[in-house]
Nanobody, 130 residues
Framework: QVQPVESGGGLVQTGDSLRLSCTSSAGAGRTFSSYNIGWFRQAPGKEREFVAA???????YYTDSFEGRFTIARDTTKDTVFLQLNSLKPEDTAIYYC?????????????????????WGKGTLVTVSS
């Protein structure tokens, strides 16, 4: 199994950028190479929503409204999946979660569903001030 750990959140101003990282905690046993990795976020008072995903074969998926501002990238040498956040807005304020899915085959149709993911991190907080 893996245990995702997020980092890189913080307090920034409108228009700034952040790069979030998701790694597997030491001793978890397996690497991200065997998992599809998704990023989700939960804003205050709202439900958690899908942001982006990176498959085991390094294919990327995005929610339409984030594509162009957010970029997901997988670095296999570091066993890390990054989420680059650009042109941040106050409405991007949220806890950002990383999750790992061992699903195969149907993942390409289900990557946006939280139920597909087997392991979740505790999240990293991004706050964007106006």
């Amino acid at each position: 199994q893996v245990q995702p750990v997020e980092s890189g959140g913080g307090l920034v101003q409108t228009g700034d950028s952040l790069r979030l990282s998701c790694t597997s905690s030491a001793g978890a046993g397996r690497t991200f190479s065997s998992y599809n990795i998704g990023w989700f976020r939960q804003a205050p008072g709202k439900e958690r929503e899908f942001v982006a995903a990176s498959t085991m074969t390094d294919r990327s998926y995005y929610t339409d409204s984030f594509e162009g501002r957010f970029t997901i990238a997988r670095d296999t040498t570091k066993d890390t999946v990054f989420l680059q956040l650009n042109s941040l807005k106050p409405e991007d304020t949220a806890i950002y979660y990383c999750a790992a899915s061992a699903s195969r085959g149907s993942y390409s149709f289900r990557y946006h569903l939280q139920s597909v993911y087997d392991y979740w991190g505790k999240g990293t907080l991004v706050t964007v001030s106006s």
